[in-house]
């Protein structure tokens, strides 16, 4: 099993920086994802460490060799691609065969190696179809066995499954996590998808603007960000802001929320975020909260999604599990909502002073 390193890895297109000395180090057999909204520079560090673009500065390393100015074909790495990127005219069999030819790899290797490969992602039955035939998860399957069938040092992942109806991605995701757990391999993994980071990562790496915003386990991300931004992107998000008042925050004349979080001084402007899952509901009278009332009421299959307006304040979104006491509230019922004091996410406000 080989290591990933980055350090100070940048990229920069004329006074635009793109990837702004990234360093982070995947473990041998890890898979990280590299998380983070569009232009973020997830998919710029992807193609430097493939060898498909030159990098402004930094190195990259596997295990103990600079293989920065190493070309392409000469790293042993393993792409998947978004669009699969299969050959029409060719059968599942010689699709993963290809790269195999390339290393000079033949007769009965050639067939024991392909063999493997459509074993690891159990499409051995469908080796004489083309790409045609196949489901889209199928084709994807047969481009992961194309992949790991050269046994590449490091696997990378370019948002292999943004092209998949919601099932499949699923479906996907498992099959990724038990290859990558069966085989060991070094996996970088770059999605703009939580979910699918959360699901599949030993590690995320998330980031904006070109820079790490928190690299931690997928509990740490959730459960401790590292910053207003993590806070912002992870989880299904309230964005709202205040103003900071003896430990609570308040979110508007008379509605204060307790946060163990806040680090500002009295009176400081903040962004304040509260994920819906963490808040709880209650109908009226029943809890010491923040009063309001529902709006709206969205059946989502294992949850319900409520709109709820604070009274004299704004609206927040709050999600509960279909299956619970608050699911079959009606629209206008009075409810107070709580949250504990170190799930309310405290942040500076943008421009303040």
Known sequence: MTSLSLRNLTKRYDTATIVNAVSL?????????????????????????????????????????????????????????????????????????????????????????????????????????????????????????????????????????????????????????????????????????????????????????????QFATPEEVYFNPANGFVSGFVGSPNKLSGVLCDGAVELAPGLHLPSSRATQGAGSRVRVTLRQEDLALAPEGQAQGLPGKIVLRIFEGASVQYIVALTGGPEVMVRVPSRGNQADLPTGTGVVLTIPADRVFVAPEEGAA
């Open 25 to 213: 180090d995947v473990e041998p057999g890890q898979l990280v994802s590299l998380l983070g909204p569009s232009g973020c520079g997830k998919t710029t560090i992807l193609r430097m460490i493939a060898g498909l673009l030159e990098p402004t500065g930094g190195q990259i390393l596997f295990g103990d060799e600079d293989v920065t100015t190493r070309p392409a074909n000469r790293r042993n790495v393993g792409l998947v691609f978004q669009s699969y990127a299969l050959f029409p005219h060719m059968t599942v069999f010689e699709n993963v065969a290809f790269g195999l030819r390339r290393q000079g790899i033949k007769g009965a290797d050639l067939k024991t190696r392909v063999g493997e490969a459509l074993d690891q992602v159990r499409l051995a039955a469908l080796a004489d179809r083309f790409p045609r035939q196949l489901s889209g998860g199928q084709q994807q399957r047969v481009a992961l066995a194309r992949s790991v069938a050269p046994r590449p040092a490091i696997l990378l992942f370019d948002e292999p499954l943004s092209n998949l109806d919601a099932q499949l991605r699923e479906e996907m995701q498992i099959e990724i996590k038990r290859l990558q757990a069966e085989l060991k391999l070094t996996s970088l993994f770059v999605t703009h998808d939580q979910h699918e980071a959360m699901s599949l990562s030993d590690r995320i790496c998330l980031m904006s603007g070109g820079n790490i915003q």
